[in-house]
């Protein structure tokens, strides 16, 4: 069966980004964890990006065992591909964000490709008050933090993941992130296809204009021609925007309330789901179709559901 025409939809239904303040649809306990990733398989996303969060703050929680909550549920309740997060938040070391990845070998890993500021202290003017104590200074914090991904540090991840068959979802915040994935590509260190996740319109990375997700296709088709599948994320209110401009290029799609909380202008989302029918109905009034997870495992040259650690 061919896969020309499928669209790949990645769900990434919590993040580290969000706050438990900002949404009451915010998943944060397994359950809900459990239960978001599951629906959102349903609604038509073929590739689940997960993080874990301590279920009493809602602080982001990058310990196996925080994962292995959900991790076994999940891969029960669907056969959507499993993505591991070794971003975790850019607050924690390397060594402390790869070991779900490293522990779990899911089919799918993220692997952010450069260092960049990462500001979230202007959404703390929005809220009265906090639910949490540690949500205003961790968002206020971001005024002065580098979320770290030196060339080591790719290294590290790329070599602790190596021999687990895990594949990666690049995630590109900057034009200067492409290049640092071809120089990996250059030191064979990385195998195609190439799954490049461009992330636009997060405080410190490239923007959200239309110009800005072609400028990102353009430089991708030019480094990596046929050895890449392109997918986008669009922060906040550009997100369906922005998956709209890739699905019409060719490319794939990202959702989720990891990365935008809203269904429509001032509409919060209530669940992931939502907005995965919602970029759902976009795909296929292009007259695309949505792949699914077998159709995403062969485009992006996956292991296979059987084959991860949990
Ligand atoms: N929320 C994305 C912009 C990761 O998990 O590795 C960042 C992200 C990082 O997804
Ligand atoms: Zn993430």
Request: net charge negative; charged share 20%.
């Amino acid at each position: 069966m061919s896969t020309q025409g499928k669209v790949i939809i990645t769900c990434a239904v919590t993040g580290a980004i969000h706050t438990p303040t900002m949404s009451p649809h915010l998943p944060i306990t397994p359950d809900e964890i459990t239960e978001a990733a599951i629906g959102a398989a349903e609604a038509g996303a073929a590739i689940l990006h997960l993080h874990a969060r301590d279920p009493e703050t809602g602080k982001p929680d990058q310990t196996p065992e925080a994962f292995a909550r959900f991790l076994p549920r999940i891969k029960q309740g669907t056969d959507a591909a499993i993505n591991i997060t070794t971003g975790g938040s850019p607050y924690m070391k390397v060594e402390e964000r790869v070991r779900p990845a490293a522990q779990f070998k899911p089919e799918v890993a993220s692997l952010n490709m450069g260092s960049i500021n990462f500001g979230l202290y202007h959404l703390v003017q929005k809220y009265d008050s906090f639910k949490f104590d540690w949500e205003k200074p961790h968002l206020e914090a971001t005024k002065d933090l580098v979320f770290r991904n030196s060339f080591k540090d790719i290294e590290y991840i790329l070599e602790t993941c190596y021999d687990n068959g895990t594949r990666f979802e690049f995630e590109c915040y900057d034009i200067a992130h492409l290049y640092n994935l071809a120089h990996f590509a250059d030191r064979g260190l990385v195998k195609a296809p190439f799954f490049v996740q461009s992330v636009f319109g997060l405080l410190g990375g490239i923007g959200t204009h239309p110009e800005d997700v072609q400028h990102m296709k353009r430089t991708a088709d030019r480094l990596f021609g046929a050895d890449f599948r392109w997918s986008v994320l669009g922060a906040g209110a550009s997100q369906l925007r922005i998956a709209a401009q890739s699905a019409a290029l060719g490319g794939n799609v990202r959702v989720g309330l990891e990365d935008s909380l809203w269904a429509g202008k001032g509409k919060l989302a209530t669940s992931n789901a939502e907005q995965v029918t919602m970029v759902r109905k976009i795909i296929e009034g292009l007259g695309l179709e949505v792949a699914t997870p077998d159709e995403a495992r062969r485009i992006l040259s996956l292991k296979g559901g059987d084959q991860v650690g949990f």
